[in-house]
């Protein structure tokens, strides 16, 4: 059984930089589109950043445009994202999630496009 590994979490300030990455248990997991979701306290698993299989397509929650990157290194089949200027409403516990397909962009914000997720790794930002 593929596992998904999240790493680089952790506490920030407000404003802050953090990068977290997913790489799959197992190197010769095939390309996929993947995606990151986050959740709350209390809150519904959200979407937040995808990638296709090739990393020439990405899609983003409104919430995080303009301050989360997704990128991912085909190579080492890892995903990171970059989140900056990260605000306390950032806080949550963000999870890994991948596909062996290529779905088109628009279902990559669905939860059920996804077969493989990882633990999750919890990003806290304070004010």
């Known amino acids: 059984q593929v596992q998904l590994r999240e790493s680089g979490g952790g506490l920030v300030q407000a404003g802050g930089s953090l990068r977290v990455a997913c790489a799959p248990s197992r190197r010769t997991f095939p390309n996929g589109a993947m995606g990151w979701f986050r959740q709350a306290p209390g809150k519904e698993r959200e979407f937040v950043a995808a990638?296709?299989?090739?990393?020439?397509?990405?899609a983003y929650a409104d919430s995080v445009k303009g301050r989360f990157t997704i990128s991912r290194d085909n190579a080492r089949t890892t995903v990171y994202l970059q989140m900056n200027t990260l605000k306390p409403e950032d806080t949550a516990v963000y999870y890994c999630?991948?596909?062996?397909?290529?779905?088109?962009?628009?279902?990559?914000?669905?939860?059920?496009?996804?077969?493989?997720w990882g633990q999750g790794t919890q990003v806290t930002v304070s004010s």
């Open positions: 990638i296709s299989w090739n990393g020439a397509r990405t």
């Open positions: 999630a991948a596909t062996l397909g290529n779905p088109i962009l628009s279902t990559l914000r669905k939860i059920e496009t996804y077969e493989y």
